[in-house]
């Protein structure tokens, strides 16, 4: 890597990790640990493949979603952090989307790893079903079944999300 491409790529990771880090954050359902590393395993990826990638970040993105799937298919665990339940829901006031955030990051938590990656691809990322499916390895039928339970088991563990689930079923 010469010292252009070198200067080109901390400009791209200086630019690009807080948004790689909010999606690691979300992939590994809250585990800020976990997050780093695949954002860095990403990364660490990425720059062996600099010269040759046309979309870093796309690319970069490509390497989390099937980091994230592999740990999950390997039967890494991670320790799930127990949190308390979230306090009644109060009139919404200036705070309540950083509530809704915090109370979104415990429920994403509870779910598995799976969960957590459709999820993420299909509303997050907004991700047609096919891409999802196609990211992941499995059918789109499978990647439809799995959002419907995994929005369902969002309920369960946080009903007070459940105004905002409404919007994307």
Avoid: N
């Amino acid at each position: 890597m010469d010292a252009a491409d070198e200067q080109r790529f901390r400009e791209f990771v200086t630019d690009r990790s807080p948004a790689l880090m909010r999606l690691g954050f979300l992939l590994t359902g809250g585990d800020q640990h976990a997050a780093e590393d695949l954002v860095q395993t990403a990364l660490a990826k990425l720059v062996t493949k600099w010269r040759t990638v046309d979309a870093p970040e796309a690319y970069a993105k490509q390497i989390m979603y099937r980091q994230q799937i592999s740990w999950w298919r390997a039967g890494r665990r991670r320790v799930e952090m127990v949190r308390t339940q979230a306090p009644e829901p109060e009139a919404r006031d200036r705070h309540h989307q950083s509530e809704l955030r915090m109370v979104l990051r415990a429920a994403l938590s509870r779910l598995t790893a799976r969960q957590r990656a459709v999820l993420v691809l299909r509303y997050f990322e907004d991700l047609p079903e096919r891409e999802v499916a196609h990211v992941l390895g499995c059918s789109v039928g499978t990647v439809r079944s799995t959002a419907h339970r995994s929005l369902a088991r969002l309920r369960e563990v946080a009903p007070e999300l459940a105004d905002e689930l409404e919007v994307v079923t």
